[in-house]
């Protein structure tokens, strides 16, 4: 059903930065989002601790209040609701019911117990959008909020069955405090084919370690492995399990170096003139590796659609769009002494993909698909991408926080990125990403 209206009154001219935000995804075993998963977080209990704001006791009813306040803020404020459901199998509304029924059978509350109805009944939502609940800025919680950012990333690796090597979390996260985590080159055929794996663009503030993502040290790393394999043929670029981080380090590292000239790739951006953002969130921003800029003014959604050719957008989505404008991202070779200021690698590259690629990955395979900068092999990708995202909003009576990407962006043709990327080859049957990319270079399929 159409949201009520919210008119804001727009000032500003507006240009968009489509990038960062790191958040975990992943696939199951099969390559497809399982989305059946239920999954219960069982963060220590949270105590209630007034802080002066509110000072009278917490109720069901006050519960009730705030559960249809984030309800009708998701309704009327984020731009992927029904992109939720159609992609991702994620029903809001049916989350909002089953913590209704929790809220209203409980012998007792609490603004902690709510706080955990929440995260326990919206976990599914959390892959999307970036879409995050965090603790009340009223209430002291017994456990640090660190420790309830990793828990999350733990249920989130448990919804989306996550399948690496190191499937415990803490593990994982040791292993990338160590340098050689973040980057892996190696020759699959001397003189051929070459491989190069990056499984995040995390820093280290998103880690938890004391040791981030040394950018020059990987420059380093990963340009001496180009002066390697400069005259190979192929150059497979496996990005499975990247859950995002700062597509920056990927865009200087990787296709900056190795294009001829300027690309330029299409897509569109929409949303819904909602009341609990700001347009603020819509800066004009130009970020000297590349830049998003639009390339007309803010119009209405209906009008993108009138003017523009989008045969892959989902027509049934316009009903809570508002407002939409076509952009472009830029981007400029980067020309290396070491490489004679030529691209530091002329064969043909490949993009192995699959459904835990989120975030700042994400944007990455929609870019080298639009592009045309590689080939992309594997799966579809997990999307989590909606743009920029709205401050921590407390909710009236709890002060329980949420966040969200207010964006709905898609490519040129109008498949929002939250749905993933298609790839061009998808795995073959019995073949991972690998696998398949490596049979159709031995049959010259590219």
């Known amino acids: 059903m159409k949201k009520s209206k919210h008119v804001i009154l727009w000032t500003i001219c507006v240009a968009v930065v489509l990038m960062l935000a790191a958040c975990g995804n992943a696939e199951d075993t099969t390559g497809e989002i399982n989305n059946k998963a239920t999954i219960y977080i069982t963060t220590p209990y949270i105590e209630q601790h007034v802080m002066g704001f ?16 984030l309800l009708n803020v998701l309704e009327n404020n984020f731009a992927l609701f029904d992109v939720a459901y ?19 059978t409980s012998q007792n509350i609490s603004i902690g ?22 603790p ?67 820093p280290s503030s ?8 040394n950018v020059s040290y990987y420059e380093e790393v990963i340009f001496s492995f180009y002066e390697q394999i400069r005259d190979f043929e192929h150059l497979i670029i496996d990005l499975r399990g990247n859950r995002g981080g ?22 569109f951006i929409f949303f819904i003139e909602g009341s609990y953002h700001f347009p603020r969130n819509l800066v004009s921003t130009y970020a000297g590796i590349y830049s998003v800029r639009p ?3 803010l119009t209405t959604a209906a009008e993108i659609l009138e003017n523009f050719h989008l045969p892959d957008f989902n027509m049934n989505d316009l009903q809570r769009l508002d407002r939409g404008l076509p952009a472009q991202v830029i981007m400029q070779p980067r020309r290396l002494v070491r490489f004679d200021h030529q691209p530091a690698f002329n064969g043909q590259i490949w993009l192995l993909t699959d459904g835990r ?40 009576h709890s002060g329980v926080r949420i966040d969200y990407d207010l964006f709905y962006v898609t490519d040129s043709r109008g498949r929002p990125l939250e749905a993933g990327t298609i790839p061009h080859h998808f795995n073959r049957p019995g073949m991972d990403a690998l696998e398949t990319a490596l049979a159709l270079i031995a049959e010259g399929e590219y």
């Open 86 to 104: 159609w992609a991702r199998g994620v029903d809001i509304h049916a989350l909002a019911e089953n913590a209704r029924r929790e809220i209203e």
């Open 113 to 134: 117990i709510f706080y955990n109805i929440l995260r326990n009944n919206f976990a599914s939502l959390v892959p999307i959008g970036h879409f995050f609940i965090h």
């Open 54 to 69: 509110h000072e009278e006791t917490f109720t069901i009813e006050q519960a009730l209040y705030d559960l249809d306040y």
């Open 295 to 297: 390339a007309s003014d």
């Open 246 to 267: 700062f597509a920056w380090y990927f865009f200087s590292m990787v296709i900056r170096p190795n294009i001829p000239e300027t690309i330029r790739t299409d897509g």
């Open 357 to 396: 690629m989120a975030s700042a990955s994400q944007l990455v395979a929609t870019f080298v698909q639009e592009s045309e900068f590689a080939i992309l092999v594997g799966g579809i990708t997990g999307g989590v991408y909606g743009g920029e995202r709205i401050e921590r909003r407390p909710l009236p």
């Open 136 to 202: 009340s800025t009223h209430i002291h919680n017994s456990v640090h909020e660190d420790a309830i950012w990793l828990e999350d990333v733990q249920a989130l690796t448990a919804y989306l069955n996550l399948n690496l090597a190191h499937s415990n979390v803490e593990d994982f996260l040791l292993l990338s405090n160590q340098q050689h985590a973040f980057v892996i080159t190696d020759i699959l055929e001397e003189g051929k084919i070459a491989y190069l794996a990056m499984p995040d663009f995390l």
């Open 206 to 213: 998103y880690r938890g370690v004391t040791v981030g993502f």
